[in-house]
């Protein structure tokens, strides 16, 4: 062997030396592979350790936060850090599993593609997802930022860790982190052979393999690391319709990895990966009705009056029956794939490392607009093809000097291709129009098509440093700049594919024919470009009493691009939307006492928003169609405490908590919705009052207060036999899913508790476990969402679920 690869060895085995750790959200999670140097840079290599090197006496925790591996507790940014350890014990394969474990980390969703993300109650509302706007969450797979949201919601594959980063991140993650970010590591290759395996069964017929080898190529010269995942499971609903069990999930993994180290110097990562999703979903189930205003006044064409005039009795109004008779197709597939690559170089006192990638997201939905047995909005889906190309390159000090610096360069490309279609069927006349000439109103509206596409393209270049001033041992002072220039460009055009002909009609009937496809289908044609020059930045004092404490205090500012409008549009609604920008201040403490036995982080904050970017969703009375378009609210804040304590009580015992109060609010906000139950239309308004003034209302989406609780207890069976159990709580107050504050879209708070007991065997090398998620089977909303004819529908979390765990280590 090269006495470079010698040397690299020998710091690849020094650099694997944290004990792995049970303290997931007090940001001291397991990290299995990365340097202890806390100032070094942030090598891929970092990671490549033998699988057999010795634990070191103490745990510590590293992280990438800030674009350099450091010591989590020495990072003055609020942040929680979820280990593979972690995961495994909980199950956790998918994002919305780990919200559990970060009280401030908000994930619902309508369906993959319209999933939102906040952080403090910030980063997205409730609404259906727009092409032209971007979530203020980033999220970040191996150093690679992901455009849109949807492809975050693959399953999750041989993972190191989760990070997610609270509070603006524009300095060093840049764009689209005005609410936060999310930081994910997958785990490296390592130069010794290594293979994990994972097999499930449980209930809902679920079934699940993992699996993941490792080993050398060339002994010290190039690593290889080969991740799969398939996971099925059936529905969680019944289709009394189709007389199947619909909601079902079925998600298909594989990533690989390459490491090069050509030289002591020189390390390089390639990473190629592919996932496909499959789903039988989504649908809304029928939670509610009314059929009156708050005035008394009687609902035009309501929900039941449609019904009965359609002859049609729904199911009954009991969503957690789980059962729908939706007769139209839907469903929730998709696929993405990507390469990126990762070079670093050590100079000697400074190191570059360059990140390139290129990702396709292609999503492929169908949907039952109406909810229902009846044809009437038959068809209701956007298909999505997305391309993304991103190159990052930066040079940061390694080691700890006066004077820590990293200063760097971005540029991201990206198109969102949209192909929707909206479809009409014979029950659209009677249903929305029953006071029109039926046959009029038929041919009106049977089968009426309206195909539209959209193409929002994205080009973005920043340029970013970041330094921090070591003024004495125990005081630092940490300042950032980055300048981003944006262009957006693109176009919007809907055109009528199918209509009946109106042969036979009179001028008057063939004007009323064209009103109602006008308002069923709007036509139109348009394009748009913008640019927008910004500047986000921080500041923070931290100062380090003792070797175990961390006060800091921050100001921080961010900024989101203008957003576009491609989409039917109403007049007067501008189709490019303001840039939004973030001003956050923050003060935390991070402290370990007991020889760091207990851990106890906290930080309170203030995050002001000028110019929030929302996205607004119009229903034309009267029918089931909406248009949904992106405005501005002048301002809104969200300030909060959080708390996380994590105890290693006994070698046997490790407990954890979490608690986060948020207070988002529309400061000024005089133009928003009114809820439908709200309008109160009269015979002098006829159309009520569709706009109320919602400043110092709640943002919808938010939980006041969220909470998790966990323990884990071990305890050696013999000689190499240890048996285990692990429980956690987690906990939502009640939040509104409608961007109105409807009193019927408010989700009830809801706690889940989730368990697993097992046995390890010959010191770990093999696992079997029992587990349950939702243990106590609780019925709970993901979100609530109410129809201006008095419809209210839901989409429901996950039942029940159980089942065994078989894992296998060599």
Known sequence: MTSHALNYRRYLLAAAAALPALFPVAATAQTQFASNDAAAPEPVAAAAASADAEPAAAAEVLVSARRRVEKAQDVPIALSVIGNEQLGVRGDYRLDQVQQLVPSLQVFSFNPRNTNINIRGLGSNVALTTDGLENGVGLYIDNVYYGRVGQSQFDL??????????????????KNTTAGAINISSRLPQFDWHFDG????????YRQVRG?????????????????AYTDRGGFLYDTTLREHVHDYENASVRGQLLLTPSERLTIRLIGDWSQQKQHCCINLLAGTFDTYRNGTTIANNFNQRVARLGYTPLPLDPFARRTDANSPFQANMNTW????QVDYDLGGAAITSVTAVRNWNWFPLNDGDYIARSINTVGHIRNFQRQFSQELRIASTGTHTIDWLIGGY?????????????????????????????????????????????PHTRSAALFGQGTWHITPALSLTLGLRYTHEDKWGGYTSVRAFALPTTGLTDAQVARVNTIRNALGPIQSFSVDTSDDSLSGLATLGWKPSDDVLLYATYSRGSKSQGLNLTAIPAGVNPVVNPEKVNNYEIGVKSQFFDRALTINLAAYQTDVDQYQTTIVQQIVGTNTYINYIANIPKVRSRGFEGDVAWRAARWLSLTGSLAYTDATYVRYPNGPTPVEALNPTPANPAGNPVQDMSGQPLAGVPKWSASVGGDVTQPVGDRTEAFLHGDWSYRSSYYTVASNSSYGLVPGYGLVNARLGLRFEDGRYELSVWARNLFDKNYYQTLSVLNYGLVTATLGDPQTFGGTLKVRF
């Open 157 to 174: 594959v041989d993972l190191d860790r989760v990070e997610v980063l609270r509070g603006p991140q524009g300095t060093l993650f840049g």
């Open 198 to 205: 994972q097999a499930d069964l449980g209930n809902y017929d």
């Open 212 to 228: 993941s080898l490792t080993g050398p190529i060339a002994e010290g010269l190039a690593a290889f690391r080969l991740s799969a």
């Open 338 to 341: 990507g390469v990126s690559g």
């Open 411 to 455: 540029y991201f490309w990206q198109v969102v291709r949209g192909y929707g279609r909206t479809q009409f069927g014979p029950d659209a006349a009677l249903a929305l129009y029953p006071n029109d000439n039926q046959t009029v109103a038929n041919i009106a509206s049977n089968g009426l098509l309206t195909t539209y596409t959209s193409d």
